[in-house]
């Protein structure tokens, strides 16, 4: 639940704080978008590779940008980066290869436009993403970052 009609003045600041979480989220998701995007059009464009071969170097980039940005500011989390990082590869051990393997068949067989077919890759990923990062890389470790705790000290 986002927002809150109810007395409850914590349950508001709860839901003040996931709304501003998620603003954040999407607002890190587009800046990630960008850079896939921009890295498969220019890889597609001046190579002759195959979809995978410019959709996952893409992919790679924006994991690394989204991640760090992410794991900083939007989740503000102190927990261990190595583990985290696993969390978010065993996310990835699965969505990688199904969406290169059904992205390169729908562009290479199917004959479906290439942009189109990342595009939707990159809205399936940004949906599953926020799911996966809330509730399992970051959801114990939320707000445990020295960031996290300035505020929180300072609003005290």
């Known amino acids: 639940m986002l927002y809150t009609n ?8 709860m839901d003040r704080t996931e709304l501003k979480r998620t603003i954040k989220f999407v607002l890190f998701s587009i800046s990630a978008g960008v850079i896939e995007f921009g ?3 220019l890889l597609d464009s001046v190579t002759e590779w195959s979809y995978w071969a410019c959709y996952l170097p893409a992919l790679i980039l924006s994991v690394l940008w989204n991640f760090t940005l992410n794991r900083e500011f939007t989740f503000r989390s102190a927990n261990n980066i190595p583990v985290a990082m ?3 590869a065993a996310y990835y ?11 390169n068949y ?16 990159m809205v399936l990923n940004f949906v599953t993403e926020y799911l996966y ?4 890389v970051f959801g114990k470790s939320i ?3 020295s960031r ?4 929180k000290q300072e609003n005290e």
């Open 86 to 88: 696993m969390k978010v």
């Open 133 to 136: 990062d809330r509730f399992v």
């Open 148 to 151: 996290a705790q300035a505020d």
């Open 6 to 13: 109810g007395s409850d003045k914590g349950e508001k600041t």
């Open 39 to 41: 890295t498969f059009t």
């Open 106 to 121: 729908l562009a290479e067989t199917c004959g479906w436009n290439e942009y189109v077919v990342t595009i939707l890759n």
């Open 143 to 145: 707000d445990t970052n």
């Open 93 to 103: 051990a699965v969505f990688t290869p199904v969406t290169t393997i059904l992205g």
